[in-house]
């Protein structure tokens, strides 16, 4: 007997993108560094889309929940404004030339750049871990 390999059903999908959501989502909430990565992954593995549309997507739900930790933690006035203000602008700067690189070069430089990140992420939380007090 040969087992088959998973098949993308919409109810499949559905229930693994809710498990990975859940588990994205605590890691967002609790550590925070790193979801975006995740998200990717979880939308090229997942649903299936490439590196350059998963990326897109992962931005998209980057976006609210940070949008949805701004607006809790300003109305509690734990924000810097101004500090946030001037991240802001180099983050806007650095995404239009991210997806201008990745509309440029295609699926296979997002996913070189993807590994390299995943790389750098394991290796910072290993130090933090092991190594930082």
Avoid: E
């Amino acid at each position: 007997v040969v087992a088959q390999p998973w098949r993308r059903t919409p109810g499949r999908v559905a229930a693994a993108v809710a498990v990975a959501g859940v588990g994205i989502a605590a890691y967002d909430g609790l550590i925070g560094p790193g979801t975006g990565t995740f998200l990717v992954l979880a939308f090229t593995a997942l649903v299936g889309a490439d590196f350059v549309h998963g990326s897109a997507m992962a931005k998209v739900v980057n976006a609210g929940t940070n949008l949805g930790a701004l607006l809790v933690f300003g109305f509690t006035g734990h924000v810097w404004w101004l500090l946030g203000a001037a991240m802001a602008v180099c983050n806007v700067a650095g995404a239009a030339l991210g997806a201008r690189m990745a509309l440029r070069r295609g699926s296979g430089f997002v996913r070189v750049v993807l590994l390299v990140v995943v790389l750098a992420l394991v290796g910072k939380l290993g130090y933090d871990q092991w190594f930082a007090g």
